[in-house]
């Protein structure tokens, strides 16, 4: 699609000129317009606007005012200004919110790189600045391409490459999201005007032109210098192309989507890492994570001799075995699990210890339970303790699961012990919980 910028016929002054990429003649697809850059940044202007109101619901979502330990960005000073304590309802919250923010920011990928495209000739425009405003505006320009690729690249790495920045994705994918939202934001200002100009413009021409087909181009709007002034041969419509667009879109949509469901819908997603894997089947057959094994943790530290479950409060500690957790009272629910790498399972029915009932067990009133920070087995590497707020640890459905699908947890799911709690995400849901110690963290 292409063209060699050198063949065909130009314009005699191009003709030396076009070799330089800083020459509008260089650039020579007759696709590139205003017409074009402005339906897709409309798009992407709804879409990143998405993506950075999810991604901020994400973040609040592990709690990180909360303790030391849920808090991924430490320093992340006055940009945690939104933070709330994450509620309980409607329990699938984080596995919509987590499911539109990884779905769409994939989904958006053909978009973005349409879009950089048809602006590109402008990157090599010169003299590199006209005053201090327009260099201004390209320093803007530089943050906005540069901190699109940025969180594009790490999100993307870091849902298929299993982590691969492992503590320092959440501050990379944090900070970056907020230096390119202010360039977003900046550049939206300034040129959202010309693209609903542009196509509310060529919406009424198209109109005007079926009145009066002799009626010329109506007068510049802005966005002309897209416009090659040696445009080759058309191959595709600039319709064409965006359809080819949209259906790159579909395509990455359809083979993601998947993952946020059960069943077969989960084999459709050959783009996702776990995705296309089988969770195999009964009532263990959903998602895993981190497997016991990946984790360090071996059937003899879980057995019913050696465990042993610490639980602390203001009341004093006790320390309960499988069985006598079994001996409590025991509750169902039904609940998903939603992992903030955009892969979610259906709702399973867990059965297990209320955490209000452990913590009236250490010297609390269940409806004034307290924070809990909760530690598991595992001794190395990410997620191996996590804290819960209060409103969490008081809903009735949040449990210290022994149980799910009416079957004892397997190895991989946490056996002897784990947490779930509504509309919490993934992560938060620590798996061979070893100690729970209960008060204001
Ligand atoms: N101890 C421990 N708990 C853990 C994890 C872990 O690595 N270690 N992974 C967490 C994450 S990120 C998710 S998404 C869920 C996954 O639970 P599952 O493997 O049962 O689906 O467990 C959570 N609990
Ligand atoms: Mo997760």
């Not at 897709?40 to 030391?68: E, K, M, Q, R």
């Not at 993952?259 to 050959?270: E, I, K, S, Y």
């Not at 995400?425 to 729970?436: D, Q």
Request: glycine share 10%; charged share 20%.
């Amino acid at each position: 699609m292409v063209p060699d910028p050198l063949s065909g016929v130009l314009p005699a002054y191009g003709r030396h000129m076009a070799r330089s990429p800083s020459s509008p003649a260089f650039w020579r697809s007759p696709v590139r317009g205003p017409w074009f850059t402005s339906v897709l940044g409309v798009v992407l202007l709804v879409g990143i606007t998405v993506l950075f109101v999810t991604g901020l619901l994400s973040y609040a979502s592990y709690n990180p005012d909360l303790s030391p330990v849920n808090d991924k960005t430490p320093d992340k000073g006055v940009l945690g200004f939104y933070l709330f304590s994450w509620p309980t309802d409607p329990p699938w919250l984080y596995r919509l919110n987590q499911g539109v923010h990884v779905t769409l920011g994939i989904a958006l990928i053909p978009v973005l790189l349409a879009k950089l495209w048809s602006v590109v000739p402008k990157l090599f425009a010169l003299p590199p600045a006209r005053s201090l405003a327009h260099a201004l505006e390209r320093i803007s320009l530089l943050l906005l391409v540069g901190g699109a690729l940025f969180e594009f690249v790490t999100g993307v790495l870091n849902v298929q490459l299993d982590y691969l920045f492992p503590g320092s994705f959440y501050p990379l994918h944090f900070y970056g999201a907020w230096v390119f939202f202010a360039a977003f934001v900046t550049h939206a200002v300034l040129r959202v005007p010309t693209a609903v100009r542009n196509l509310r413009g060529l919406r009424d021409e198209g109109r005007l032109r079926e009145e009066d087909p002799l009626r010329g181009d109506a007068s510049p709007r802005g966005g002309e210098e897209l416009v090659s002034p040696a445009p080759a041969e058309p191959t595709v419509s600039r319709r064409g192309a965006l359809w080819f667009v949209g259906g790159g879109s579909l395509l990455l949509f359809g083979t993601t989507v998947g993952q946020n469901f059960d069943g077969p819908l989960r084999a459709t997603a050959v783009l996702a890492p776990h995705g296309g894997s089988e969770p195999g089947s009964g009532p263990a057959g959903f998602q895993i994570n981190k497997t016991a094994a990946s984790r360090g943790i071996t059937a003899a530290e879980t057995s019913e001799e050696a465990w042993r479950l610490v639980v602390e409060g203001r009341g004093g500690t006790v320390r309960l075995s499988r069985e006598e957790l079994l001996g409590l009272s025991l509750h169902s629910s039904a609940l998903p699990i939603a992992c903030v790498e955009g892969w979610s399972t259906s709702d399973q029915w867990w059965r297990g210890v209320r955490l209000r009932d452990l913590a009236a067990l250490v010297g609390y009133e269940a409806d004034a339970a307290p924070d809990v920070l909760v530690e598991s087995l595992q001794r190395r590497g990410a997620f191996r303790r996590a804290a819960l707020r209060d409103n969490q640890v008081r809903d009735s459905r949040s449990l210290l699961a022994l149980f799910v699908n009416g079957e004892p947890l397997t190895p991989d799911h946490g056996y002897p012990a784990r947490i779930i709690v509504p509309a919490a995400p993934g992560v938060l849901n620590t798996k061979w919980v070893a100690r729970m110690t209960f008060g204001d963290l």
